[in-house]
């Protein structure tokens, strides 16, 4: 069954204004927590759902008039993790979605979202050498007029940080840092806004 999201235009929009394609938010019900990423630059757009504490994350593809569908699968374990079912307790698909729905922010962050919210959704997706380089953000590293090289891990920027933020490093030779020393950590922070 599909169903229409009543409250992703706004945040689309203020994300857009924020220039930012991913946002986060998160809402408990049935006593577990659940994490939400929206990726606007996602063709389609993609909400992740993220159950903490029970390694379990789907996500919502979101089509044009924000229309969606939750797989069966993902709905029946859905309902194994919240004790819920449909006979009972007319659990459904639709509810859940509807719940999603209703906990949509307004308005984006105007901040990046933190790696700890997106690293779970996407690490199976980096290569076996960009797992290795780590997912710490350390920095970025600014290549224009230095002499020190050209603009790299793009597609690791885009799949971490967002198609926004790549796009901006790959058009002005920007490089994003990566360790695994939790030591060099540093907040994430947008390109523009450092020197």
Known sequence: MQYKFTHLRPICSSMRRNRKSLEQFDFVYNDIKFDCIIDIDAHPFEIMVGALKYNFAFILYVYPGFVTEMKDEDYYKLCQILNLNYKEHHFSSFAFLTLIDNNIPSESS????????????????????????????CGWLP???????????????????????????????????????ITKEKDISFPWDNP
């Open 110 to 137: 105007p901040s990046p979202v933190p790696l700890k919210y997106i690293y779970p959704f996407r690490k199976n997706t980096l290569s076996k050498a960009e797992r290795e380089e780590g997912f710490i953000f």
């Open 143 to 181: 290549h224009k007029g230095r002499h020190n090289g050209h603009v790299q891990n793009l597609a690791k920027t885009e799949k971490l940080l967002g198609k926004s933020i790549a796009a901006y490093c790959e058009k002005n030779d920007i490089s994003s840092k990566w360790t695994t020393d």
